[in-house]
């Protein structure tokens, strides 16, 4: 069924090719009249998308002044290799990322040594011996990230039924992007009066809904970082969100240097261009022509 505003999209078409024929007065006025109700149309949709966020069932993650949100900004690559070890020891029990090498952690948070030593602490399907039978082999830095289950059945009777999310790209698929899933991972609280969590379920007024099925992971000193930096909740939440959004965007950095090298070159060729359009331009703006009257 046709909404309003295709209804409306349809007739103006249809105007349009009559007036293109016809070109009369009258058709000027109803095309005026259409689109007030087009205009109208888009304002009371307006309306409703506005209202249905404002009556989401969970609570909007506040604005964070992330460092890499500046448009210099690079990523913290520290914070990315501490993330990286809360997604290790916390999050790879029941999340995968299955579209993160061992050899993408090379030159971001790890040396190319590091990286092999991390993908040989797991062993992978080898090749069938002589007999028939599977191997199995030490990882190396083209193998992916493991996956905790060997499938989407195995994690879902581990987890109650719920299907733990691949993060890969977790950071772009949600609304607020880093702001949600850090408030999401320091958003378990007591359900407040009146609210009641079915068993099995912890409140987080951040989750859709405020009953999430993974219970909260991070503890103060859950975790002991390599270069010494306090485990808090806070400083684990925000060093593995800064994790997540480079597994997400893996050329944040790249992109951004891309981008001030194109503002600085197309600054030098505006200079160049208004330079050569003025000494093109400049004969003929100059000339003078002059009429005289035949004697």
Known sequence: MATGAQVVFRRLCKLYSSSSTKGTTASFKMSSRYFGTLAAAAF???VVLTSLVASDDAVHPPKYPWDHKGVFSALDHRSIRRGYQVYKEVCSACHSMQYVAFRHLVGVSHTEEEARALA???????DIDEEGNPTTRQGKLSDYFPNPYPNEEAARAANNGALPPDLTLIVLARHGEEDYIFSLLTGYYDPPAGVEVREGLAYNPYFPGGAIGMPQQLF???????????????????????FLRWSADPKHDERK??????VIILSLLVGITLYWKRQKWSLLKSRKILYYERP
């Open 257 to 262: 240097r891309m981008g001030m090298k194109g």
């Open 44 to 46: 009371g949709s307006g």
């Open 120 to 126: 040989e602490e797991y062993e992978y399907p080898g």
């Open 220 to 242: 103060d000193g859950g975790i002991e970082y390599e270069d010494g930096t306090p485990a808090t909740v806070s400083q684990m939440a925000k060093d593995v969100t800064t």
